[in-house]
Antibody
Framework: QLQLQESGQGLLKPSETLSLTCSASGGSVSASSFYYVWIRQPPGKGLEWVGRISYSGTTYYSPSLKSRVSMSIDTSKNQFSLKVSSVTAADTAVYYC????????????????WGLGTTVTVSS | QSALTQPPSASGSPGQSVTISCTGTKRDVGTYDYVSWYQHHPGKAPKLLIYEVTKRPSGVPDRFSGSKSGNTASLTVSGLQAEDEADYYCGSYAGTYSLGVFGGGTKLTVL
């Protein structure tokens, strides 16, 4: 059973770069039927897509974050990562990594595995 | 403001049923049968309850059921139990050029 765990900085200053890693255990991020995604939840707000990456490294980012976000995947380390540059207070959120079992337009089995989330605070 | 609209709160007594709505548009819920529901207990990982509008992953009790009519999807929790008290989120596919959309979440209280 795949498990995911987020790790990374918890506190950043405005303009710094956020770096988070999602480590997988009990399964592989090399599986071709899944996307590996980042989702965030600002305080008091709902869930928000950040982006997704396939096992082969194909990415798709939220249009609102696209200019500042990059994701990568390292199948040898069984992990995938998120970077958000030039952070502001608006990037303060709990960041979740998850697995999305979907092929766009054909099936969508939902976000079936989630990490516990990691809290990121941006403050001067 | 979330793309999908959920009531901020819902409540029911043990044993009762409660239904949570999730209203989108014809760009998402109204066109695609790719609505999912998640349960989130604070401090824990969110859990997938329903996918493709009505389907339950293995291990999810049949007390949880999903449906859809037009632009609105619904999650019904039957036979409410204390452990059902949590936040519930809906999500929907929104086309090829979108990651998808989420609702703002509904806090379910078991009275």
């Amino acid at each position: 059973q795949l498990q995911l765990q987020e790790s990374g900085q918890g506190l950043l200053k405005p303009s710094e770069t956020l770096s988070l890693t999602c480590s997988a255990s009990g399964g592989s991020v090399s599986a071709s039927s899944f996307y590996y995604v980042w989702i965030r939840q600002p305080p008091g707000k709902g869930l928000e897509w950040v982006g997704r990456i396939s096992y082969s490294g194909t990415t798709y980012y939220s249009p609102s974050l696209k200019s500042r976000v990059s994701m990568s995947i390292d199948t040898s380390k069984n992990q995938f990562s998120l970077k958000v540059s030039s952070v502001t207070a608006a990037d303060t959120a709990v960041y979740y990594c998850a697995r999305h079992a979907a092929v766009a337009g054909y099936y969508d089995y939902g976000l079936d595995v989630w990490g516990l989330g990691t809290t990121v605070t941006v403050s001067s | 403001q979330s793309a999908l609209t959920q009531p901020p709160s819902a409540s029911g007594s043990p044993g009762q049923s409660v239904t949570i709505s999730c209203t989108g548009t014809k760009r998402d819920v109204g066109t695609y049968d790719y609505v999912s529901w998640y349960q989130h207990h604070p401090g824990k990982a969110p859990k997938l309850l329903i996918y493709e509008v009505t389907k339950r992953p293995s291990g999810v009790p049949d007390r949880f059921s999903g449906s859809k009519s037009g632009n609105t999807a619904s999650l019904t929790v039957s036979g409410l139990q204390a452990e059902d008290e949590a936040d519930y989120y809906c999500g929907s596919y929104a086309g090829t050029y979108s990651l998808g959309v989420f609702g703002g979440g509904t806090k379910l209280t078991v009275l």
